[in-house]
Nanobody, 123 residues
Framework: QVQLVESGGGLVQAGGSLRLSCAAS????????MGWFRQAPGKEREFAAA????????SYADSVKGRFTISRDNAKNTVYLQMNSLQPEDTAVYFC????????????????WGQGTQVTVSS
């Protein structure tokens, strides 16, 4: 079992930055690949970024590539999402999730989910 708790969301102006954190409980955190998803009002949950068990490989959706950076610290059982150059279209609830498959963009491939943290970008 892995429990995930996101934090770090908030209100930021366009062009600004935020860093999201996802703290995991459970001894098996390092066994899971991790992903960040986001869901805007009225839209489906979409993949944003993923990272392997070791943190050595990452993948990104085209919409965030070059602006967002995913990382993890297995000693702290935490995964991060550094978000730069934020735009109003990045406004969404951001979720972290754990998967046995690296780079999966399908929500069905993720076994555990956090409750989400709201990110709002004003223009």
């Amino acid at each position: 079992q892995v429990q995930l708790v996101e934090s770090g969301g908030g209100l930021v102006q366009a062009g600004g930055s935020l860093r999201l954190s996802c703290a995991a409980s459970g001894r098996t955190f390092s066994s899971y690949a991790m992903g960040w998803f986001r869901q805007a009002p009225g839209k489906e949950r979409e993949f944003a970024a993923a990272i392997t068990w070791s943190g050595g490989t990452t993948s990104y959706a085209d919409s965030v590539k070059g602006r967002f950076t995913i990382s993890r610290d297995n000693a702290k059982n935490t995964v991060y999402l550094q978000m730069n150059s934020l735009q109003p279209e990045d406004t969404a609830v951001y979720f972290c999730a754990a998967s046995l498959y690296f780079g999966a963009t399908d929500t069905n491939k993720y076994n555990y989910w956090g409750q989400g943290t709201q990110v709002t970008v004003s223009s």
